[in-house]
C-alpha cells in the first residue's frame, strides 16, 4: 500500500518568493505522483505528473517537481510566486501495476502569499 | 460534458435519512472515482468503477455506503442512515483510464451536512 506524507500543513511566503512545498512518499512498489491544487472554491486540478523519465517535472503556472526516489520525494517548488498562487496543494501517488490503480492523497499544504 | 458534474453541489440532511449523490463524467472517461474529503484534509478514497463494475471499493467505510454505475456513465453514491461524521465533500473525478496512467479530472464536490 502507498502512502503520502505532507510535512507542512501551511505554508507562508511573501510575494515574488520561491517556495517550495515537501511530500514524501512510501511505497513498496515503483509508482506515479502527481500535484494537485486546489484553488478556493474550486474542484481538484492536476498541477503536474511524473510517470518516467526526466526526474524534473515542469508543470502549468511556473510549478515544477523533482521525483528523488533515493528520498522517497517529491518536492515542488516554485521560483517566484504570486497572490493568484494562494491555494491548497495535495500530493499523490499510486502504483504503477496497474492501468486501473486509485491516485492515494496527501493531506495537503495550504500556501497562503503576503503581498 | 465540458467537465465532470455533481449534483447537487450542497446536500443538508437528517440524522438516519437516505441520501444520494449523483456524479456525470465527461463522456466517453471509462474510469471513474469516489472520493471524500473532510475539513483540513486530503481526498480520502471510496470507490473506483472502470465502466459498469467497482474495480475497487476497499474505502467505502462501511455497508452504511453504495454506489452503482449501472450504465458506465453516471454514478450514484448512495449513503443510507447517515450519521454527522458523514459530513463531507464528497468529489468524483473520470479519466480515460487508470488515474496512474492519464489525467483525473475532478468535479466541483457535493457538501454534505448531516445535522
Known amino acids: 500500500a502507498q502512502s503520502v506524507t505532507q510535512l507542512d500543513s501551511q505554508v507562508p511566503v511573501f510575494e515574488e518568493a520561491p517556495v517550495e512545498l515537501r511530500c514524501n512518499y512510501s511505497?513498496?512498489?515503483?509508482?506515479?505522483l502527481f500535484w494537485y491544487v486546489q484553488y478556493p472554491n474550486q474542484g481538484l486540478q492536476l498541477l503536474l505528473k511524473?510517470?518516467?523519465?526526466?526526474?524534473l517535472v515542469k508543470g502549468i503556472n511556473g510549478f515544477e517537481a523533482e521525483f528523488n526516489k533515493s528520498q522517497t520525494s517529491f518536492h515542488l517548488r516554485k521560483p517566484s510566486v504570486h497572490i493568484s498562487d494562494t491555494a491548497e496543494y495535495f500530493c499523490?501517488?499510486?502504483?504503477?501495476?496497474?492501468?486501473?490503480?486509485?491516485?492515494?492523497f496527501g493531506s495537503g499544504t495550504r500556501l497562503s502569499i503576503r503581498p | 460534458g465540458a467537465g465532470v458534474s455533481q449534483t447537487p453541489s450542497n446536500k443538508v440532511t437528517e440524522k438516519g435519512k437516505y441520501v444520494e449523490l449523483r456524479c456525470d463524467p465527461i463522456s466517453g472517461h471509462t474510469a471513474l472515482y469516489w472520493y471524500r474529503q473532510s475539513l483540513g484534509q486530503g481526498p480520502e478514497f471510496l470507490i473506483y468503477?472502470?465502466?459498469?463494475?467497482?474495480?475497487?471499493d476497499s474505502g467505502l467505510p462501511n455497508d452504511r455506503f453504495f454506489a452503482v454505475r449501472p450504465e458506465g456513465s453516471v454514478s450514484t453514491l448512495k449513503i443510507q442512515r447517515t450519521e454527522r461524521g458523514d459530513s463531507a465533500v464528497y468529489l468524483c473525478?473520470?479519466?480515460?483510464?487508470?488515474?496512474?496512467?492519464?489525467?483525473?479530472?475532478f468535479g466541483q464536490g457535493t457538501r454534505l451536512t448531516v445535522v
Open positions: 511505497s513498496s512498489v515503483s509508482v506515479y
Open positions: 473525478a473520470s479519466s480515460l483510464m487508470g488515474q496512474g496512467v492519464t489525467e483525473a479530472f
Open positions: 499523490a501517488v499510486s502504483d504503477t501495476y496497474s492501468s486501473a490503480s486509485k491516485i492515494i
Open positions: 468503477f472502470q465502466g459498469t463494475g467497482a474495480a475497487d
Open positions: 511524473y510517470l518516467s523519465g526526466s526526474t
